[in-house]
């Protein structure tokens, strides 16, 4: 399955961004799927994951209750919404999808987006 992540951007900080995360070619219903990010110089960490039905998520402890993920399967896409965003949220966000395992585990992970960068300026 091909992601396409979009909705990055520049915003200060306590700002607000929606990341959506779209599929083509298949859809995205079978699959659990999650949000990573990376700063620069640093390795690729979990930030959010949702299951198939949307019925449970996991966050990282460093954004719970700021971010959120969510998915519309009839659109084939799953989005990340962001508040109270601070400087260390800056990075290149993935999102990826599983059919193995839920959770936050990048390496359960079969298929990833290009990534979208996001810049919080304090």
């Known amino acids: 399955v091909q992601l396409q992540a979009s909705g990055g951007g520049l915003v200060q900080v306590g700002g607000s961004l929606r990341l959506s995360c779209a599929a083509s070619e298949r859809t995205l219903s079978p699959y659990d799927m999650g949000w990573f990010r990376q700063a620069p110089g640093k390795e690729r960490d979990f930030v959010a994951a949702i299951t198939r039905t949307g019925t449970t998520a996991l966050y990282a402890a460093s954004v719970r209750g700021r971010l959120s993920i969510s998915r519309d399967n009839a659109k084939n896409t799953v989005y990340l919404q962001m508040n109270r965003l601070k400087p260390e949220d800056t990075a290149v966000y993935f999102c990826?999808?599983?059919?193995?395992?839920?959770?936050?585990?990048?390496?359960?992970?079969?298929?990833w987006g290009q990534g979208t960068l996001v810049t919080v300026s304090s």
């Open positions: 990826a999808a599983t059919s193995r395992e839920f959770g936050s585990n990048r390496n359960m992970y079969d298929y």
